[in-house]
C-alpha cells in the first residue's frame, strides 16, 4: 500500500521556521524524485520544491534563500525546511512523489497546515 505521510505543520510568528516531513512507504524510494507543493486559500496549488539526488535540488523564486528541500533515502523520508517564514507563505503543503522514468506512478499525501501568524 503506497503512502506519503506528511508532519511537521503548524502555526508560527513572521520570522520562525519549521520543518515538514514526508515518509513514504509501499513503493522503492530511491527510484522516485519529490516535489513539495503548497495550496493558498482561494488560489492555485503551487510547486515549492522539487528533489531528485540529494544534490538536485528547484525551488519557487519566493523561496529561494529561505527553504531547503533535502531526503534521506536510508529513513525513506523527504524534508522541507522553511526559514525566515512570512505570511504569504501560509498553506497547505503537500508532498509528491514521482517516478523518475515513469511520471504516471505519481502520489500525494494529505497535506500538512502551516500557518504564518503574529
Known amino acids: 500500500q503506497v503512502e506519503l505521510v506528511e508532519s511537521g505543520g503548524g502555526l508560527v510568528q513572521p520570522g520562525g521556521s519549521l520543518r515538514l516531513s514526508c515518509t513514504a512507504s509501499?513503493?522503492?524510494?530511491?527510484?522516485?524524485?519529490f516535489n513539495w507543493h503548497r495550496q493558498a486559500p482561494g488560489k492555485e496549488r503551487e510547486l515549492v520544491a522539487s528533489i531528485t539526488s540529494p544534490t538536485i535540488t528547484n525551488y519557487v523564486d519566493s523561496v529561494k534563500g529561505r527553504f531547503t528541500i533535502s531526503r534521506d533515502n536510508a529513513k525513506n523520508t523527504v524534508y522541507l525546511q522553511m526559514n525566515s517564514l512570512k505570511p504569504e507563505d501560509t498553506a497547505v503543503y503537500y508532498c509528491n512523489a514521482v517516478h523518475r522514468i515513469i511520471s504516471a506512478f505519481n502520489y500525494w499525501g494529505q497535506g500538512t497546515q502551516v500557518t504564518v501568524s503574529s
Open positions: 509501499g513503493f522503492t524510494f530511491i527510484s522516485y524524485a
